[in-house]
């Protein structure tokens, strides 16, 4: 895949740039293959992957050929672009990515690297005749390059908080408006009642002609998912995304299949017994993910939770799971962001949550956090993660607080060397990025 990732990572590309001239002129170009696909179309600023997921495996399950288009990715740009959960092969990506630049150089589009890589997943899906796909917004949604699409079987926005706060608004309101954008006139949007922003997207539904749907979160609990199956009521059913908070990514994707079904435009009803089968199997990796980690030097096994925390809701979520699943043992972290993320407030709502006004903090596990300096080019580096890490914590703990926290080169090395296995658990949270490089030769992965 060297040669599609050169020209992704090229210092001309690689770079955020919203609007929407650039693709539909490539698009153009190419002759529109998203016009022959079916979507939907999924924005938020947390859940979205998780959304996407218990949808793939939902039409995969039901006997549809499913393409998924999603971002950031962890290993390898393959990722981001797969079929039946099969990503797209490096001569695939190569072939295509070869085939955009050199229309790109030619018409001097100046395409970005997310804008390429959404083409190539359209052409790809289109040369695959997949029967859906499930298509994720990059960045926003009103001017993110997946936004082309006209008429998706459902638009679904999840939970909206701050964040690109730079791009896309410094209020929960603007960045609603930013999200609603991918809502289409005559299209269905479904929304979560409990959503922050729930009265600014249900305005813009209204402004933009979109047909609402409303949801309510779903009750995950640690034993299962309680979810309504018709005459027969409620029932706890098995659902392999861990965390309360899935219930709303859970809510948000049986009403769009609820909705793609009532509307029978895709040929047939997907079945009760084929959703349960879906929640039973769906995995997204590195959102609570629990894991065990096998020691090359034969020693003994280590339970991991690996995490993609890297906002401040991100942050709330996975305390309350700890605090949930984990009280009263002894956590370690590994911790790594980039520098555009409000940190701060991660770390207020991973360690302190609700307290942090008073101070008042409950120690509901005892914890060190390791802060990793990953290879990235905007990685946050130790000497500004420490300023602000003493910052939050030296009022609770005054001089203890030095020793809460300390710089590490090489996790998996450090973290289970012989010395450290008197902790019970270690958590690595943060960026995606920093988890990618971690884990790139875990063998069970």
Not at 95 to 112: A, Q, R
Not at 265 to 271: A, R
Request: a neutral charge.
């Amino acid at each position: 895949m060297k040669q599609a990732e050169k020209i992704l990572t090229a210092s001309g590309k690689f770079r955020i740039e919203l609007g929407l001239g650039r693709i539909l002129k490539i698009l153009d170009l190419l002759h529109n293959p998203q016009h022959n696909l079916k979507f939907i179309h999924v924005a938020g600023t947390n859940g979205k992957g998780s959304t996407c997921a218990i949808l793939e495996e939902i039409f995969i399950k039901a006997g549809f050929k499913t393409g998924k288009f999603t971002s950031p990715h962890l290993f390898s740009y393959n990722e981001r672009i797969v079929v039946n959960k099969l990503p797209i092969s490096d001569t695939c990506l190569n072939e295509i990515v070869d085939k955009i630049n050199k229309l790109d150089l030619k018409y001097n589009i100046g395409l970005t690297e997310f804008e390429i890589l959404t083409t190539a997943g359209f052409l790809y899906f289109a040369e695959k005749s997949c029967d859906i796909v499930i298509l994720e917004v990059g960045l926003g949604g009103r001017l993110d390059s997946t936004n082309i699409i006209e008429n998706p079987l459902v638009s679904i926005i999840t939970s909206i908080s701050l964040e690109h706060t730079e791009r896309l608004g410094d209020t929960i309101e603007k960045i609603a408006k930013e999200k609603a954008g991918i809502i289409k006139k005559g299209c269905p949007v479904v929304l979560l009642a409990e959503n922050k922003a729930y009265a600014a997207l249900k305005s813009e539904a209204l402004r933009l002609g979109g047909i609402l749907y409303e949801t309510k979160r779903i009750d995950n609990t640690p034993f299962g998912a309680v979810i309504n199956i018709g005459e027969a009521g409620c029932k706890m059913v098995e659902f392999g995304l861990k965390g309360r908070h899935q219930g709303e990514n859970l809510a948000l994707a049986l009403k769009a299949v609820e909705i793609i079904n009532s509307k029978g435009v895709i040929g047939k009803n997907i079945d009760t017994e084929t959703v349960l089968a879906a929640l039973k199997d769906v995995r997204w990796k590195f959102r609570i993910e629990e894991r065990k980690f096998f020691p090359k030097d034969g020693s003994a096994v280590r339970p991991i939770l690996i995490d993609a925390c890297h906002n401040p809701d991100g942050a709330r979520v996975l305390r309350e799971y700890l605090n949930e699943a984990h009280t009263g043992k002894k956590i370690k972290f590994v911790f790594g962001c980039l520098k555009n993320k409000d940190y701060k407030r991660v770390l207020e709502e991973l360690f302190v949550g609700t307290d942090i006004e008073s101070l008042q903090y409950k120690k509901n596990f005892e914890w060190q956090i390791c802060f990793n300096e990953f290879n990235y080019p905007n990685a946050l580096k130790y000497e500004e993660f420490y300023k602000v890490f003493l910052e939050v914590f030296e009022p609770i703990f005054g001089k203890d607080t030095a020793n809460l926290v300390c710089k590490i080169e090489n996790p998996l090395k450090e973290v289970f060397a012989k010395k450290n296995i008197d902790w019970d658990l270690t958590v690595f949270a943060g960026s995606i990025y920093m988890l990618g490089e971690i884990f790139k030769e875990f063998d069970c992965l």
